[in-house]
């Protein structure tokens, strides 16, 4: 398993004011200010600028990842639905968290890979180094499942940073090899409607066709479950009996979640495009009104479901990711919220969080593993301890466990900042 390098970088005014590393997944915690894209590149409706750090991104990037420690730390049942996943299918503030990453993942390769592109890197050495990272991403998401039993029978392979490694990687080498507009949009479509005529219309061996013989999205007998069955028995999230073990990031399902990060891929591609700021504010409220007008649309006929990630959920969710860039991206990039300096309280905590994002989700997870299999007297864990003794003492559950959330997320909030103090970032 390889190691992330760590960079510390040398103090300066100007370096101050972009310090929060624009992690790609992936990518350096800097980029050049300059930078120039061969005009061959891309169809001519998006005509390169020279690109500047997108300080509404990196917030973007905090706000996902600080959210997404919350929710997966929520305090317990007693949390508000909006901090819990659906069990099935509907939607949540929850579910959104996890594309909202993806899109952003999909947003950044567009500028990191420019800015390496312009600084003479080759697209050879890009495709080896994404195809490195991806390894390394995969390999740190099946520690972060594992820890810390490492039981090698039930050991998990699916997961939330194998999925980030996959659509990289995959969405990555498609823009080293083609970075044509109309050929994202050609791929998105064909993953979206491809992937509803699978799930709608594919008969699931031994059951029969959705819809007709079983219940379209079904809990049990869906064609991505069964192929996961078949894949990984034994190695599933919900590892329960033969015929009702699934995944949510199971191998099938991920044909979607690329549609999410190519998304975020055009999303990317517009924003260095050579337009005004109020443009592209404009740009992206009105994808953000198509996404969730069409995602909504064909919920009727394939309902949202995060699990399963059905076509109308990468809709849905890109649409609300869309709608929160925008915000950023107005009050941000086009009213200069954060470079006139008296605003910059506001979003200091997010672009800390997403300085060292990859980090930080490891440290979450690894620190709520550890603190579960902590036993007093074998009798309760540091996180019982603590909501019996401290949270209960809130009158409203869904405000304890809301309390307990934030306190976790905070907690782990500190060693990033230490790191962003002092200029060191994690990358892969």
């Keep these: 398993m390889g190691t992330p390098d760590v960079e510390k970088q040398p103090s300066s005014r100007s370096e101050d004011r972009s310090s929060a590393a624009t992690e790609v997944l992936p990518e350096e915690a800097k980029w050049p200010w300059r930078m120039r894209m061969p ?4 169809d001519s409706a998006l005509e390169q600028a020279p690109a ?6 990196d917030v973007l990037r905090g706000i ?5 420690i919350m929710v997966n730390n929520n305090g317990g049942p007693a949390a508000w639905s909006q901090m819990k996943h659906s069990v099935w299918t509907g939607l949540t503030a929850t579910d959104l968290v996890f594309p909202t990453f993806l899109f952003v993942v999909g947003i950044s390769i567009v500028f990191a890979f420019e800015a390496r592109l312009a600084r003479g890197a080759t697209r050879v050495q890009l495709a080896r180094h994404a195809a490195t990272r991806a390894a390394i991403l995969i ?6 499942n594992s820890y810390p039993f490492f039981n090698l029978v039930h050991m998990r392979f699916y997961g939330v940073l194998q999925r980030i490694a996959l659509c990289y990687l995959t969405v990555g080498l498609f823009y080293l090899w083609d970075r044509r507009v109309s050929s994202k949009l050609i791929v998105v479509a064909l993953l979206l409607l491809g992937y509803w005529i699978l799930m709608c219309w594919m008969p699931v061996p031994g059951a029969g066709v959705p819809g007709r013989d079983i219940p379209l999205l079904d809990h049990n007998q869906n064609l991505v479950a069964w192929l996961d069955r078949h894949l990984m ?3 599933l999230y919900e590892d329960k009996p033969l015929y009702s073990a699934r995944d949510p990031e199971g191998l099938l399902s991920t044909l979607p979640a690329i549609g999410t990060t190519l998304i975020g891929l055009l999303t990317g591609m517009f924003l260095r495009a ?10 992206l409220v009105a994808g953000s009104a ?8 064909w919920s009727v006929w394939f309902p949202l479901n995060k699990k399963l990630w059905t076509s109308s959920y990468v809709l849905v969710a890109a649409g609300w990711s869309l709608a929160l860039l925008a915000l950023l991206y107005w009050a941000i990039e086009q009213k200069g919220w954060c470079r006139k300096g008296r605003s910059h309280a506001l979003i200091w905590l997010w672009l800390v969080f997403g300085s060292n994002a990859i980090f930080v989700y490891m440290l979450s997870d690894l620190l709520a593993s550890t603190l579960r299999n902590i036993r007093w007297n074998g009798l309760m864990n540091p996180i019982e301890w603590s909501q019996l003794h401290i949270f209960y003492h809130i009158p409203d559950p869904g405000w ?6 934030v306190t976790f997320t905070a907690i782990c909030f500190l060693p990033v900042w230490v790191l962003h103090r002092k200029k060191i970032f994690l990358k892969i």
């Design 233 to 235: 028995p034994g190695h």
């Design 39 to 42: 005009a061959r590149s891309t």
């Design 290 to 297: 198509a996404c969730l007008l069409f995602g909504y649309l």
């Design 64 to 68: 996902s990842i600080a959210f997404m």
């Design 139 to 144: 390999a740190f998401g099946i520690v972060v």
């Design 274 to 283: 050579r337009r005004s700021a109020p443009f592209k504010t404009a740009g």
């Design 400 to 405: 304890a466990a809301f309390a307990y959330s």
């Design 52 to 57: 500047r750090r997108l300080l509404s991104l």
